[in-house]
């Protein structure tokens, strides 16, 4: 049976990280949007259960302020996966991207057979050849799901990033120390996990709360100015 759990009574399970890594379970989180401090739109993360160890992870945003929310903010990611041990496994992964005049879809495939990812529709002609495959290869949102699974306070955190038809090694910094957050007018415990720069102009800083199963902040940043900024509202998990 799922059960809703309120944001503000989860917050309070923020003071201690020595637990070990809970077992992946289904869960449906809402955020808010915002950028440059103003709400932009919503979002919605879930993770739901297929047969077997089949798992697919989904994040959805929506414009609510007009065209230039709905040009900034109205995408769909979807990547279904498998889990190897204690591995998330990539299998499919796709991105739908709308905005006013012009939308973008993506496709990709992680063959494990041949232990090759390749891409298809609206992808750039240097990222349509087909991308060598390691263990442990991870899309973006399967990357948040293990820095919840993995963080610890005063860690360094390594994952590969194959996704859009490329490959990236990230580095990922685990504050010494849980910090003071405010999300949705409410303080709160959490670590703050920060993405090392190697190479580019983009930058990720997630937040984790203990016992959340999925991130409660979540900042993009481009050449130094917020793209986006999820911030959780509240969270159905299973129980």
């Given at each position: ?224 100015e917020d793209t986006f900024d999820l911030r ?8």
């Open positions: 049976m799922k059960q809703v759990f309120p944001v503000m009574g989860v917050f309070l399970l923020g003071a201690a990280f020595a637990a070990p890594a809970a077992a992946l379970e289904p869960f449906v989180a809402n955020y808010q949007v915002f950028k440059d401090g103003k709400v932009l739109g919503e979002a919605t993360m879930q993770v739901v259960h297929g047969d077997g160890t089949r798992w697919r992870v989904d994040l959805g945003m929506r414009g609510t302020r007009g065209l230039v929310g709905l040009a900034g903010v109205n995408a769909q990611q979807s990547t279904v996966f498998d889990t190897v041990g204690n591995a998330y496994r990539p299998l499919s992964q796709s991105t739908v991207r709308k905005a006013v005049f012009m939308g973008k879809e993506m496709t990709g495939t992680y063959d494990w057979s041949t232990r090759t990812a390749r891409w298809t529709g609206d992808v750039k002609k240097n990222r349509r050849s087909p991308v060598p495959l390691k263990d442990g290869d991870m899309s973006g949102l399967l990357i948040n799901l293990a820095i919840v699974r993995d963080a610890q306070p005063g860690q360094t955190l390594h994952y590969r990033f194959v996704d859009n038809g490329r490959a990236r090694d990230y580095q990922y910094a685990v504050a010494p120390e849980l910090e003071g957050t405010v999300v949705d007018g409410m303080s709160f415990s959490a670590m703050r996990v920060s993405r090392v720069q190697s190479g580019g102009n983009d930058e990720t800083v997630v937040w984790v709360v203990d016992g959340v199963p999925t991130p409660v902040r979540i900042l993009q940043r481009d050449n130094g959780l509202v509240d969270y159905k998990g299973a129980q």
